[in-house]
């Protein structure tokens, strides 16, 4: 199983376009990426430019495909261009 916690912190005022394009991004993968376990997209509760995705992967051929899917080419330059730094990503093994 692959795991990572990305932390992301939005430019001011592209909070809106940031939100629209992950959500976009979540549907597509869970209705597109059975490999996919989970994909979720959550923003903090106190600093509002703060956000966590959080993406459990069957293996790594789920991960992988995930990475070239067509719509994930689309979505992610957009994505990234609404960071106000980078991405703080990080990857872990599933214990329980």
């Known amino acids: 199983m692959i795991i990572f916690i990305a ?3 939005v430019k001011e005022g592209k909070e809106l376009e940031f939100e629209q394009l992950q959500s976009e991004l979540s549907d597509l993968t869970h209705a ?10 959550i923003r903090h509760q ?11 992967f069957k293996d790594q051929a789920a991960f ?3 990475q070239t899917i067509d719509f994930h080419e689309r979505l992610v330059p957009p994505i990234l261009d609404c960071l106000a730094e980078e ?3 990080q990857f872990y093994e599933h214990v329980a």
């Open 7 to 9: 932390k992301l912190v």
């Open 32 to 41: 597109n990426e059975p490999g996919v376990l989970v994909y979720d997209v």
């Open 87 to 89: 991405m703080d990503l």
């Open 46 to 56: 106190e600093k509002a430019r703060n956000y966590i995705v959080y993406a459990r």
């Open 64 to 66: 992988d495909n995930h």
